[in-house]
């Protein structure tokens, strides 16, 4: 058990709707990452917050966004969703900002659209 | 877009064997690191290599770095049919700060 909790597991929506994902890291840790993982595109980097900010941002797409809350926990939004969004959405977090450290990954959100 | 790129995509082998996977990386680094996915759930760290070192150990893994060639190996030695899963390679990447840019994998299967 990494520590780090995603909700749902497994999600299934129709396409053109909106899903939100959440994200709760480990206790302490102040840095959430969100990536996407499929099977063309591999692990995709999505987004990076530390501490309520947004730190990093990679391919993530204008249709989604995130958001990281006072309590750090973290949310994934995802609207106008399209076949090609189905994917599992991993979160991970870690102590810090940086890089010099391992990121702890939850169990991923598996998202279906039909 | 891939900062890590690992080779083989596949491996097979038989328990008891040695398994090496590798990983090229385009831009320069801070550290590299090795994680494990099994199938469809949550990757978990294996090991972490800094820029200034050419070669770690942790049980039966062993990675090396040649910051030179900007590549990297995992050697998974005495493999056990547990082994089965994914490795992937992260590195840092300028364009991206903070976060680990995740190669596609490798899928190593481990038969008794």
């Known amino acids: 058990d990494s520590g780090v909790t995603q909700t749902p597991k497994h999600l299934i929506t129709a396409t053109g709707q909106r899903v939100t994902l959440r994200c709760s890291p480990r206790?302490?840790?102040?840095?959430v990452y969100w990536y996407q993982q499929s099977l063309d595109q591999g692990l995709q980097f999505l987004i990076q917050?530390?501490?309520?900010?947004?730190?990093a941002k990679g391919n993530i797409l204008e249709r989604f966004s995130a958001q990281q809350f006072p309590d750090l926990h973290s949310e994934l939004n995802l609207s106008s969703l399209e076949l090609g969004d189905s994917a599992l959405y991993f979160c991970a977090s870690s102590p810090i900002a940086g890089l010099n450290t391992e990121a702890f990954f939850g169990q991923g959100t598996r998202l279906t659209v039909v | 877009s891939q900062q890590g790129e690992e080779d083989p995509q596949a491996l097979s082998i038989q328990e008891g064997e040695n398994a090496t996977m590798n990983c090229s990386y385009k831009t320069s680094i801070n550290n590299l690191q090795w994680y494990r996915q099994n199938s469809g759930r949550g990757l978990v760290h294996l090991i972490l290599i800094r820029s200034n070192e050419r070669e770690k150990h942790s049980g039966r893994l062993r990675v090396t770095l040649d910051t030179s060639k900007k590549s990297s190996s995992l050697l998974i030695t005495a493999s056990r049919a547990a082994d089965t899963a994914s490795y992937f390679c992260a590195t840092d990447s300028n364009q991206a700060g903070t976060a680990l840019i995740f190669g596609k994998g490798t899928t190593l299967s481990v038969s008794s």
């Open positions: 917050y530390y501490n309520g900010e947004e730190r």
């Open positions: 206790s302490g840790d102040l840095s």
